[in-house]
């Protein structure tokens, strides 16, 4: 499809929903004024085909109200596809608008992120065809990379521009996640599997921050962030869970979640910002690593005057030689 019937779609779509419910004749009337149109009315005609363009390509239902001629977002889908439903929205739109701003490649910086391009379309076809994958794992953790791991695959998630896989390890029979970009040599297996029924991928987050997930319990979790780092937290919330308590140069933050690594790192990306209040082994292992930095950095500025007083010493014997 066209790189301008996409936004033109886009286009639709963002003005019914900005308005909760428009009539056609409001909808032109916008239309023309768009940089999108010629300044001529959009056929009603043209428009449904559009609406069903638009339910085609994003599963997105544009129904009519019939008393007031006004036309609306179906909301009735669940919270899973209404995000899916924005982010293809938001990720076509990112598309063309790159696409259009080709003559400021130079004043546009992207981020370098690890590709999924190639392996993402061979587990989604695997996923809708129920069929096992093998590939070989590269973990850092590991020297040398685990070969022919064999899974088979529930469900993907996207976490900070990284595309993984979930799936069920059939060697040690654990449902683990693996990193697209970490992956070679995959291919799609001739052996079915059947997703057991009560599996929910939504649920199997639901406690977690980021990629990472455990068997234990969920932690009623509080932290006291400072004034200025508490509109980043509203603004992005942290977990769905999240609830503040407003106080004059600081807000509390609860959440219930899993300790996990992922949250370890976002915590301690904040810095000074954020300080751990409960529970007491989340605050001991913050409290650990900001020791175990500073000890590293002593080390360094210790190892650092050691290594100066060595070249001074040689200096000073070079000179009583001559």
């Known amino acids: ?83 899916m439903h924005r982010w293809l929205l938001d990720s076509f739109s990112m598309t063309g608008m790159l696409s259009d701003s080709r003559d400021l490649s130079g004043r546009i910086i992207v981020e370098d992120v690890p590709s999924a391009r190639d392996h993402l379309p061979v587990v989604i076809q695997a996923m809708r065809d129920d069929k096992r994958i093998t590939f070989d794992y590269r973990n850092y953790t590991r020297s040398q990379p685990s070969v022919g791991v064999v899974i088979c695959p ?20 654990k449902i683990k996640t693996y990193a697209l970009d970490r992956m070679s040599n995959l291919a799609i297996t001739d052996v079915s599997f059947q997703m057991p029924p009560t599996f929910d991928p939504e649920a199997f987050f639901q406690h977690s921050f980021g990629i990472i997930t455990n068997q234990s319990e969920p932690k009623d979790i509080k932290l006291r962030v400072s004034y200025t780092q508490a509109k980043y937290f509203r603004a992005r919330p942290l977990h769905s869970s999240q609830k503040e308590e407003v106080h004059d140069s600081y807000s509390i933050f609860t959440y219930r979640m899993l300790l996990t690594y992922d949250l370890y790192e976002e915590i301690l990306s904040h810095g000074s910002d954020v300080e751990v209040q409960a529970p007491p082994e989340l605050k001991a292992h913050i409290v650990k690593t900001l020791k175990e930095a500073l000890e590293h950095y002593k080390q360094g500025g210790r190892r650092e005057r050691k290594e100066k007083e060595a070249r001074e010493q040689k200096v000073g014997k070079k000179r009583q030689v001559f």
Not at 154 to 173: A, E, L, M, P
């Open 1 to 83: 499809m066209a790189r301008n019937k996409i936004a033109i779609l886009i286009w639709i779509v963002d003005t019914i929903e900005s308005h909760n419910g428009i009539t056609l004749g409001e909808l032109n009337r916008r239309w023309c004024n768009s940089s999108l149109s010629d300044g001529n009315p959009m056929p009603r005609r043209t428009f449904f085909n559009y609406r069903n363009a638009i339910e085609e390509m994003f599963n997105i239902n544009i129904q009519c109200n019939r008393s007031t001629y006004e036309y609306y977002i179906d909301n009735s889908a669940n919270e899973a596809e209404s995000r």
């Open 154 to 173: 529930y469900f993907v998630k996207i976490f900070r521009q990284r595309w993984y896989v979930i799936g069920h390890n059939v060697t040690d029979g």
